[in-house]
């Protein structure tokens, strides 16, 4: 089976750096994405990883190392609208779908 | 349309009723997810069509769950004698259907609530 681990709740301030982690188990991988979601809101794509190392966009980064099957999102310069759930989430064993984790609540604050 | 949509946005239903959501992917999208998200967790993968086919309905969680993609584009989820545990946010997703499907444009969903 696939399940990714990440922290349930993570508060910052306003221009902070905040590092959310992600460990995950899989059959065969498929790359790492990381997907935004505000209150109310649909789920939006922010990253993408197939590779080790560090993506970098704007102000968002995402990071991956497989062979410890771990991954972080990276954001730097918090701003309030950052307050949203942000979930990891690998390709099925059958290549046709995402599992995603439980997400993790940022709140920011200023 | 600009993006994916869904209807209804909302639906009450009591115990027992039959329901029926729809979603309207990005035009040219061929590929088409169903997922379910319920309070306070992640996305629950249903089912996926790519065209008009459904190759992969593994996450399908009973035979009062169904789908069906008519046209290459909308698509309907229909939920038989719903149960309470079937209240939930659900939600349609749809991608370009190349060899990465890893960026998937989500609709605003559809909030069920079973009575």
């Known amino acids: 089976g696939q399940s990714l681990e990440q922290p349930s709740e993570v508060t910052a301030v306003e221009g902070a750096i905040v590092q959310i982690n992600c460990t995950y188990q899989?059959?065969?991988?498929?790359?790492l994405s990381w997907y935004q979601q505000h209150d109310g809101g649909a789920p939006t794509f922010l990253s993408y990883n197939a590779l080790d190392g560090l993506e970098e966009t704007g102000r968002f980064s995402s990071f991956l190392s497989r062979s410890d099957s771990y991954g972080y999102l990276l954001l730097q310069e918090l701003q309030m609208k950052d307050s949203a759930s942000y979930f990891c989430a690998v390709g099925n064993q059958a290549g046709t779908a995402l599992i995603f984790g439980k997400g993790t609540t940022l709140s920011v604050s200023s | 349309g600009a993006g994916v949509s869904q209807s209804p946005s909302n639906k009450v239903t009591e115990k027992g009723k039959d329901v029926e959501l729809r979603c309207d992917p990005i035009s040219g999208h061929t590929a088409l997810y169903w997922y379910r998200q319920r309070l306070g967790q992640g996305l629950e993968f249903l089912i996926y069509f790519q065209g008009n086919s459904a190759p992969d309905k593994s996450g399908l969680p009973s035979d009062r769950f169904s789908a069906e993609r008519t046209g290459e584009s909308v698509s309907t989820l229909t939920i038989q004698r719903t149960q309470q545990e079937d209240s939930a946010v659900y939600l349609c997703?749809?991608?370009?259907?190349?060899?990465?499907?890893?960026?998937?444009?989500f609709g605003p969903g559809t909030r069920l609530t079973v009575l």
């Open positions: 899989t059959s065969g991988f498929y790359g």
């Open positions: 997703a749809s991608s370009p259907g190349t060899t990465n499907n890893n960026e998937q444009f």
